[in-house]
Nanobody, 119 residues
Framework: QVQLVESGGKLVQPGDSLRLSCAVS???????AGWFRQAPGKDQEFVAY??????HAYYEDSLKDRFTISRDNDKLYLQMNSLKIEDTAVYFC???????????????WGQGTQVTVSS
């Protein structure tokens, strides 16, 4: 059974950096893990995914210059730099069996962590 628990979200100012963590258990080498986000009143948005074995990462094109996804044995990370007000959202980590930016291909989800970017 896969379990995912996010942490690290908080209130930051524009231009700040923040690293989110997701404690992971139950993943296998065939899994992919990703980050999604949902801003108030907006649809869920893909951020990035990574192959748990390969470490190969794929990003939403508009975020790849500021965000970095990584993992170690039991945690998934999202390093976010040069944060903007429009990055305000609940950030979710997710795990699935396919390399995809589409949320419905992910079987397991964390509860989310709030990131607020405000001056």
């Amino acid at each position: 059974q896969v379990q995912l628990v996010e942490s690290g979200g908080k209130l930051v100012q524009p231009g700040d950096s923040l690293r989110l963590s997701c404690a992971v258990s139950g993943l296998t080498d065939s899994n992919y893990a990703g980050w999604f986000r949902q801003a108030p009143g907006k649809d869920q948005e893909f951020v990035a995914y990574i192959g748990w074995l390969s470490g190969h990462a794929y990003y939403e094109d508009s975020l790849k210059d500021r965000f970095t996804i990584s993992r170690d044995n039991d945690k998934l990370y999202l390093q976010m730099n040069s944060l903007k007000i429009e990055d305000t959202a609940v950030y979710f980590c997710a795990a699935g069996r396919y390399a995809s930016p589409i949320a419905r291909y992910y079987d397991d989800w964390g509860q989310g962590t709030q990131v607020t970017v405000s001056s």
